[in-house]
């Protein structure tokens, strides 16, 4: 038997109305007259999903909240906001001069990282990728110096 539930969620902060529904594990969202399907959702994760589709990810706290909730990691969100504050004060264009390297971007990548170039270290968006990757395959956030400060 085929069941479907519909939920509508407004987040007037976001001015984003999210609506979707749940029809045997398939999920269909429908964002500002667009539909996105998610096959691999079910009902207690599409809040979550819905959350982060929400987030304004033209701006880098929005993408960060965003990628973290992607990544099933929306419990560290404040964590990860006062390590950043730390590290970068949310400054995408930073740079911290070490003795004989240098760390860059929002997330003050270390210069000796050599699987992300300077321009995506500086981009918000890829350096953050990268950071969620990186937290995921480590383990934890300790690779920052602020994350062993908080």
Not at 91 to 111: C, E, P, V, Y
């Amino acid at each position: 038997m085929k069941t479907t539930t519909v939920l509508k969620i407004v987040l007037v902060n976001c001015m984003i109305t999210v609506a979707f529904s749940v029809a045997q594990a398939q999920t269909v969202y429908t964002i500002e007259n667009k539909q996105v399907d998610y096959g691999w959702c079910n009902l207690e994760t599409d809040v979550c999903v819905a959350e982060y589709l929400a987030y304004d990810q033209n701006t880098p706290e929005g993408y960060v909240k965003y990628a973290l909730t992607k990544a099933g990691l929306e419990s560290e969100i404040d964590f990860v906001f006062k390590m950043i504050n730390c590290e970068s004060r949310w400054k995408t264009d930073a740079i911290g001069l070490n003795q004989s390297s240098f760390d860059r971007g929002l997330w003050q990548i270390w210069s000796g990282h050599k699987n992300i170039s300077n321009e995506d270290a500086f981009d918000y968006k890829k350096a953050t990728d990268w950071a969620v990757n990186k937290r995921l395959n480590d383990g934890s956030w300790s690779a920052w110096v602020c994350a062993n400060k908080i």
